[in-house]
């Protein structure tokens, strides 16, 4: 029987759609990558807003549309929207065959069977996942089973559905932060480190697989280890993790500035082969906003930050996410967010307008701006953020740089080298364009800034 994997979202959605292929090509499905080859279309969903909501929809419906004039017999939803919604999801959308929760991922072969025979499988009531992890961080550091929910353990199976030089490696799930905005913790759980064993153990497979990049990805790296009795624990990894063979690379995402420490901006600074790249997630840098959000802060604090970093890596890239139009957002918290801006010469900033979630505390909140301002206003932040990260891009000029070539375009004329430097994290900060042809997928390759576009660059090989 043959299956497709789509996957939707964040770099832990493809992780976890890596795993359950390793756990259905393990149990004798056979991965497809068109979806109108398969019997089976497995959808790994996005739940985080309602644009990637609606994304996830669209795509279950143009996979249900392939039942009717093509190979397919089912369609099933699974991730993050899966598991939020459930039985809610099921009702609204009888068009997917069913749809599964993370308690389903062990058994997913044995699901995928029973719902091509025909068999009804009764989606799940959602419930909060954080009251799933009664145990102590010392049963925790004890216990050798894999927490409910979360995908990734110490037997987990891989199967790379993107032959791409780099990878994602997950270092934990869940998280135990309760920003008000977010939802994430009510359907990905509480915070659970991977074992360092494991992560290691996976690394060394990623390099066997020729991957030369590791992205190491979580709801919040800087809180790893921290179940496991020692918060230090990612800048001992780290080392380690640039030693495997066959890496070249590691990038860490997703830090938290309120709990970036000072040996962890070290760690990521100073070590070789490890990026000097820092994914600070600042989301508003007016103090007051920040408060409603449970979030901690202000611009003092967090340029205080930045500094930190560039004392240690001047040329190191950071980048961030802000939310605009948070309710009670005043046109004063507005303008201290866009001076923070300008003074931070981040190289990437992603800017989201504020809309309700479905169970979050900032949904009850009253100060709410209406649809047409928070346009406006997103609008506003990102021209800025437009105009910053070119002039950010243009300093790099005369820069040297490592670029990991990630494509190579034989067909066009100066046969475009398509890669990223340090600073670039995957998809999301850029490319970096080398000048001549020459290099292949995989390569590392020196090479100095000659001109900018946006936020890419181009550089010609030293």
């Known amino acids: ?92 959308l009888p068009e997917a065959d069913a749809v599964l929760g993370f308690d389903d991922y062990p058994d997913i072969a044995a699901r995928l069977r029973s719902i091509v025979a025909g068999e009804h499988h009764e989606a799940h009531t959602p419930h909060d996942r954080r009251t799933l992890l009664p145990i102590t961080p010392v049963e925790r550091a004890l216990s050798t089973t894999p927490v409910p929910g979360h995908a990734s353990g110490p037997a987990s199976v891989r199967r790379r559905l993107d032959p791409g030089p780099t990878a994602a490696l997950k270092l934990a799930s869940g998280c135990d932060r309760r920003c008000s905005f977010c939802a994430i913790p009510s359907f990905r759980g509480s915070f659970v480190s991977r074992r360092p064993s494991d992560v290691l153990q996976e690394a060394r497979w990623l390099g066997e697989q020729g991957v030369r990049e590791l992205f190491l990805v979580s709801e919040n790296s800087t809180s790893y280890g921290k179940d496991l009795g020692d918060l230090r624990l990612l800048e001992t990894l780290l080392p380690e ?55 901690f802060g202000d611009p003092d604090s967090f340029l205080a930050l930045l500094e930190q970093v560039r004392g240690l890596a001047p040329a190191a890239g950071v980048r961030s996410n802000v939310i605009v139009g948070f309710p009670g957002e005043t046109e004063e918290d507005l303008e201290v967010l866009c001076d923070f801006l300008v003074a931070a010469r981040l190289d990437v900033t992603g800017v989201f307008g504020y809309s309700d979630e479905d169970g979050t505390e900032a949904a009850t909140y009253d100060g709410k701006l209406d649809d047409d301002e928070v346009r406006v206003r997103v ?84």
Not at 34 to 60: M, R
Not at 62 to 91: F, I, N, S, T
């Open 1 to 92: 029987m043959s299956v497709a994997m789509v996957t939707l979202g964040c770099a832990r959605n493809e992780v976890d759609s890596e795993e359950l292929a390793g756990r259905l090509e393990a149990d004798g499905f056979r991965l497809v990558e068109d979806p109108a080859d398969a019997d089976t279309v497995v959808v790994n969903t996005c739940g985080f807003v309602e644009a990637a909501k609606k994304d996830s929809v669209d795509t279950l419906l143009q996979a249900a549309d392939l039942k009717e004039h093509g190979r397919p017999q089912a369609v099933v939803a699974v991730g993050c929207m899966a598991e939020r919604y459930g039985k809610d999801l099921a009702a609204s």
């Open 241 to 295: 993790l640039a030693a495997v063979d066959g890496v070249e690379r590691v990038r860490v995402s997703y830090l938290q500035p309120a709990e970036t420490r000072p040996g962890l901006i070290s760690a990521i600074a100073g070590t070789p082969g490890v990026a000097p790249y820092f994914d600070l997630s600042f989301q508003h840098a007016s103090a007051t906003v920040l408060r409603r959000m449970r979030r």
């Open 379 to 462: 609008e506003h932040v990102t021209a800025l953020v437009e105009e910053l990260t070119s002039q950010r891009a243009a300093d790099r000029v005369g820069e040297e740089v490592e670029v990991l070539v990630e494509r190579v375009d034989d067909a066009a004329v100066d046969g475009a080298v398509e890669g990223r430097a340090a600073h670039q994290g995957p998809e999301v900060d850029g490319s970096t364009y080398l000048i001549e042809p020459g290099p292949q997928v995989g390569d590392l390759v020196r090479a100095v800034v000659v001109d900018s576009e946006g936020a890419d660059l181009y550089a010609r090989a030293l």
